[in-house]
């Protein structure tokens, strides 16, 4: 449901709720990169009168509701109306019209996921990963290759992970972790059935756990220690493929190496470099 919709429907709006209403109407775009300190200043109102406003909408707080106010913009933009997330191609569409609607869905998505990145979040995130001794990845099925693809990366610069799929090898892992573990679970909806059991061994052993899936797959936040969003628009079932997760997940994979690698940058393209004529041995 789109903002206009939860505004019309909202039941009790105090006529400061009201006006804050029809100033973000109004003022879309410059609200999405404002922070509640700027909202608040613009409107002469208090922060608390922004988020009771906002949870009377049904978002947890101004963050959430500034998340779903670029998403409209987003896919208004990219013209989203005229292909279906779940369903991107019909059964009469030429390779041309399959490939121009992939195209489009694979822009919605990434931009999609970009506009639900916490910028502080991901660099706290970034550190912890750069500087642990283990990083262990849990997940399981298509977003194994995902996992595997990090797996690579991370291994050109000097840094081992490991992707657990198995559920067996999963709960063996966690038995076996400590302090010295930091935990990647990768769900798109954070419902599948081994993650609260890892969780929980993981919370017992005190490793810091990350979950990176769509926005709301946290239902777990008293045994997650960091949650990275990424695009909900994919139904769970009511589709094709995973093209929209798959895609979001892989973009939000490749922002977390880009920003581990930042934080040693001349250091890890010198080891790159320095291992190019063992890693590659082509005559070229």
């Given amino acids: 449901m789109t903002i206009d919709k939860l505004i019309d429907l ?24 404002y922070s509640i300190q700027e909202l608040s200043a613009k409107l002469f109102v208090s922060k608390s009168s922004i988020l009771r406003f906002c949870k009377k909408l049904g978002f947890h707080g101004f963050n959430d509701f500034k998340v779903q106010l670029a998403k409209e913009s987003i896919l208004k933009d990219v013209k989203v109306e005229s292909f279906n997330v779940n369903y991107p191609f019909e059964v009469l569409d030429a390779p041309k019209e399959i490939a121009d609607n992939l195209l489009k ?40 290759n995902i996992a595997q693809n990090f797996k690579d990366k991370m291994l050109t610069i000097g840094k081992k ?11 063996l892992n966690a038995l076996a972790s400590d302090s010295s573990h930091v935990a ?6 954070g419902k599948a059935s081994w993650i609260l059991t890892i969780l929980k ?3 017992e052993k005190n490793v810091p756990v990350i979950l990176i899936g769509k926005l709301g797959s946290n239902l777990y936040p008293g045994l997650v220690s960091y949650h990275l969003g990424i695009s909900n628009l994919e ?50």
Avoid: G, W
């Fill in 184 to 189: 990647v679970i990768l769900s798109y909806s």
């Fill in 235 to 284: 139904s769970l079932r009511n589709r094709i493929s995973q093209f929209s997760s798959h895609t979001a997940l892989q973009y939000m994979m490749d922002v977390l190496y880009s920003c581990i690698y930042n934080l040693d940058y001349n250091k890890n393209t010198k080891y790159i470099k320095n291992s190019i004529e063992y890693m590659d041995d082509r005559n070229l």
């Fill in 10 to 33: 909202a039941e009790n709006l105090t006529p400061i709720e009201q006006n804050i209403a029809q100033y973000i109407l109004k003022n879309r775009n410059e609200v999405v990169n």
């Fill in 201 to 203: 061994k993981l919370k």
């Fill in 105 to 144: 869905l694979y822009e919605v998505a990434i931009k999609d996921t970009f506009m639900c990145i916490d910028y502080e979040k991901l660099d706290e995130i970034s550190k912890i990963l750069n500087h642990c001794q283990i990083i262990d990845i849990y997940t399981h099925a298509h977003n194994s």
């Fill in 161 to 171: 992970v490991n992707c657990i799929e198995n559920f067996y090898d999963q709960r």
